[in-house]
């Protein structure tokens, strides 16, 4: 057993003792996440009575990869930016592009990011990309300072140090420098930028969260929707409040299924009349196809060595979906009938991740099923990867008023600012799949004996 494992079965057993056992203590912390808007859908943030624990040496070699894939991305997109060819396999829609082609006013492609990762012990594999830091890095601090201080955390600290990660200072810290090199000189109004659902009464909590964050370091805040703005006389604006500075939480492939590009904000960016984080050109990173260019050595031989020792030990390899040969390790293959001969370590992902195209994982399909799935890829804007077996681990979760031992799958996602991480949160779902309420977050410690 490792120091970690052992470390996590002192934890399970100590719930097991009183005054643990009751969950009292449980029931006072969903109330707290409730109180604190730890909250989606109504349900609780975090579905789990364990924080996730990383020992110092995990998060030191997952930021370290996690810092030379960026770098990797951040060339891969300079270099589709001013190529035709590369940008064609990106396979932006023709509004994407033409964003992508305006220039923000700074020259970072992400200010803010992360990688989805499963980490196995000392191993780890990077399965997805987001020019984005989504619910983690404003949970995940709030997460974590409630954990810190329950019951059952403060006894295990009396034989364990645990180190708190992410939050939301870097976030802050990251958009006043994209906003001072965009060339603005003010102290900025800030818009949180999001969509609201037709059933939405209010807004999300994790932008509620953020936008009192900002108002408390003073810079004024407010939460809008695309459709709230309007923009005249060189000023962006929703109602009376001015924007200087826009960290954007809608997807462009959303935005523009609502909106063409006269909309008020595309007109603003335009004209440099506001700063909007992360920026169009983001984009080219949220799709799939990004993992294409990194897992082609012909696009990236002239990257420096330790990025691409960090593509070969940590993405799996990736190709756009279309007929014709193409490289798998050092042998030359035709790309769909490789697909159908090699069922079983491959998985089908569309391009763009709206949750409206269905991924295909080849391992869980009979072979006539994946021929029709190979079928639906090669007409529609698909990717192949090689599957990453996912990371598991067993947390304790309160139902019905008892403890249980549930089988997690769990997904690391360090956040970058600049390329570079400051902190991470943990995404949990249920390792037994299909729907289940036991999604979200777990807080996520760094931990270490005293």
């Known amino acids: 057993m490792t120091q970690l494992e052992d470390a996590i079965a002192r934890y399970h057993r100590l719930l097991e003792t009183e005054p643990y056992r009751e969950l009292a203590w449980a029931d006072e912390l969903q109330r707290q996440m409730r109180e604190q808007h730890l909250t989606v859908a ?10 996730h624990f990383l020992s110092q040496r995990q998060y030191a070699n997952l930021a370290k990869a996690a810092d030379a894939l960026s770098s990797a991305i951040d060339r891969v997109e300079k270099m589709a930016l001013a190529n035709p060819a590369l940008m064609s396999r990106v396979g ?37 990309y987001s020019a984005d830091t989504p619910s983690g890095a404003v949970y995940g601090e709030a997460l974590g300072n409630l954990f810190y201080d329950c019951p059952p955390v403060k006894e295990f600290r009396k034989r364990y140090a645990l180190g708190k990660v992410g939050g939301t200072k870097p976030l802050l810290q990251a958009l006043l420098k ?54 005249r006389n060189h000023v962006l604006r929703k109602g009376d409040f001015p924007i200087d500075l826009i960290y954007r939480r809608v997807r462009v492939s959303e935005f523009l299924v609502r909106f063409d590009l006269n909309h008020p904000l595309v007109r603003a960016y335009r004209e440099r009349a506001v700063c909007m984080v992360n920026s169009f050109r983001s984009e080219l990173a949220q799709k799939k196809s990004m993992f294409d260019l990194l897992t082609d050595e012909t696009v990236t031989a002239g990257f420096p060595a330790h990025e691409r020792k960090a593509i070969r030990d940590y993405i799996p390899w990736t190709r756009v979906v279309a007929a014709g040969k193409t490289l798998y390790g050092e042998t030359t293959v035709d790309l769909p009938a490789f697909i159908l001969n090699h069922r079983e370590k491959l998985v089908l992902r569309p391009n763009e991740d709206t949750g409206e195209a269905p991924t295909f994982e080849g391992a869980r399909m009979e072979q006539p099923a994946w021929e029709r799935a190979l079928k639906t890829a090669m007409r529609n804007a698909y990717v192949v990867q090689e599957v990453i077996a996912p990371a598991t681990s067993v947390f304790p979760v309160s139902r019905w008023g008892s403890l249980e031992m549930v089988e997690m799958r769990v997904d690391v996602q360090p956040h970058s600012f600049f390329g570079r991480v400051q902190g991470c949160s943990t995404w949990l779902t249920s390792a037994a799949g299909g729907f289940s309420t036991l999604t979200g977050l777990a807080p996520t410690f760094i931990i270490e004996p005293k």
């Open 178 to 231: 994209a906003y001072k090199e965009f060339g603005g000189d003010r102290h900025p109004r800030i818009a949180i930028l999001e969509f609201r659902q037709p059933f939405q009464t209010s807004e999300s909590g994790e932008y509620v969260l953020l936008a009192e964050y900002f108002r408390r370091e003073g810079y004024p805040t407010e939460i809008v929707s695309p459709d709230q703005i309007e923009y």
């Open 92 to 128: 932006l829609l023709p509004a994407e592009k033409m964003l992508a082609a305006v220039d923000p006013g700074y020259p970072y492609f992400a200010v803010t990011s992360l990688l989805d990762t499963h980490l196995h012990n000392g191993t780890l594999r990077f399965v997805d």
């Open 42 to 51: 109504g349900r609780p943030i975090s579905p789990v009575l364990r924080p």
